[in-house]
């Protein structure tokens, strides 16, 4: 059984640096949790509570990758109205 991928978006910035092509690096996860500790220190009592909401706004963000990616799939890449986003999001949660 081999192991499942890791829940972490993937290298954030792939680039293969060895013969076997193996890609190694900073995960988009912990580049997400990068990007939003400017958006989150102003108002939070601890260190521990800003690398929680961190990685939760960074779970949040590949989870919404991950929805887009299957609109593009269904529907073809261009910019969406903010009609088709509702109307994508309603079509998810169903």
Same mark, same amino acid.
């Given at each position: 059984?081999?192991?499942? %991928? =890791?829940? #972490?978006? /993937? =290298? $954030?910035? =792939?680039? =293969?640096?060895?013969?076997?092509?193996?890609?190694?690096?900073?995960?988009?996860? #912990?580049?997400?949790? &990068?990007?939003?500790? $400017?958006?989150?220190?102003?108002?939070?009592?601890?260190?521990? &509570?800003? +690398?929680? &909401? +961190?990685?939760?706004? $960074?779970?949040?963000?590949?989870? @919404?990758? +991950?929805?887009?990616?299957?609109?593009?799939?269904?529907? /073809?890449?261009?910019?969406?109205?903010? %009609? @088709?986003? $509702?109307?994508?999001?309603? %079509?998810? %949660?169903?």
């Amino acid at each position: 059984m081999t192991n499942p %991928e =890791p829940f #972490d978006g /993937g =290298p $954030a910035f =792939p680039v =293969p640096i060895d013969i076997e092509g193996a890609l190694h690096g900073m995960s988009l996860r #912990d580049y997400f949790a &990068q990007g939003a500790l $400017a958006f989150l220190r102003g108002g939070v009592a601890s260190v521990v &509570q800003v +690398a929680e &909401q +961190a990685y939760d706004i $960074a779970d949040a963000m590949i989870v @919404e990758r +991950a929805r887009r990616a299957r609109l593009e799939e269904k529907l /073809g890449p261009h910019k969406l109205t903010l %009609e @088709e986003r $509702a109307d994508f999001h309603k %079509e998810l %949660e169903a």
